[in-house]
């Protein structure tokens, strides 16, 4: 079935560095993915949605000089935190969906970000 | 605006018993689509199943179930004799469209002990 892998499943970086999060659809394209970001213990918050060829559309509160959202092709999506503070730590998931009215949504397997 | 309640934080249960996990919902929308996930310990959401919402079926997939209710916007999650491997965070979400972006519920911990 359609899979979507993300990568790294975790990282670690220093405070002030930027970190770029891959989201790719590997058996379908994917013209919608959503970048969800998790808390421990809370649920998904819903970041932005990134249309490939168009500019994301970040969801209110979401710094979007931040949290760079770059889909360039229709089966790559990445998200890049820019100079990563210790509080952007968390878990970030994205999802995607091909161009089929009935298709689901299918969710990366998440990673998890820590910055010291 | 669309919500998702699980008033549920935390449930424990002893392996073998029956286990429901509620949901609640609110949407202006005629058209919408109700889901549940499953989060193990890794991280990672598993699918369980999708309901639209002209669909009021209930579904029973194995040792699991679902009961969707428009009059009370309810779509609860029964685990039937459950399993010390359903341990897991559970969440229910709320879509206008099929695959578009989720309104996810806060989550229930489901500890299943053996």
């Known amino acids: 079935g359609a899979v979507v892998s993300q990568h790294p499943s975790r990282v670690i970086c220093k405070s002030g560095t930027s970190v770029k999060i891959e989201c790719r659809s590997l058996d379908f394209q994917a013209t919608t993915m959503f970048w969800y970001r998790q808390f421990p213990k809370q649920s998904l918050m819903l970041m932005a949605t990134?249309?490939?060829?168009?500019?994301?559309?970040?969801e209110q509160g979401v710094e979007k000089d931040k949290f760079l959202i770059n889909h360039a092709s229709l089966t790559l999506s990445t998200l890049t935190v820019t100079s990563a503070h210790p509080e952007d730590s968390s878990f970030y998931i994205c999802s995607a969906t091909d161009k089929g009215v009935r298709s689901p949504l299918h969710f990366g397997n998440g990673t998890r970000l820590t910055v010291t | 605006a669309q919500k998702v309640t699980q008033a549920q934080t935390e449930i424990s249960v002893v392996e073998k018993e029956d286990v429901t996990l509620d949901c609640v919902y609110e949407t202006r929308d005629t058209t919408y689509y109700l889901f549940w996930y499953k989060q193990p310990p890794s991280g990672e959401l598993v699918f369980l199943i999708r309901r639209n919402s002209f669909d009021e079926q209930n579904e029973i997939s194995g040792r699991y179930s679902w009961n969707f209710q428009k009059s009370t916007s309810s779509f609860n999650f029964t685990i039937t004799a459950s399993q010390v491997v359903d341990s897991a965070v559970y969440f229910c979400?709320?879509?206008?469209?099929?695959?578009?972006?989720?309104?996810f519920g806060d989550g229930t911990t489901l500890t299943v002990k053996p």
């Open positions: 990134s249309n490939e060829g168009s500019k994301a559309t970040y």
């Open positions: 979400a709320l879509s206008n469209t099929n695959a578009g972006k989720s309104t």
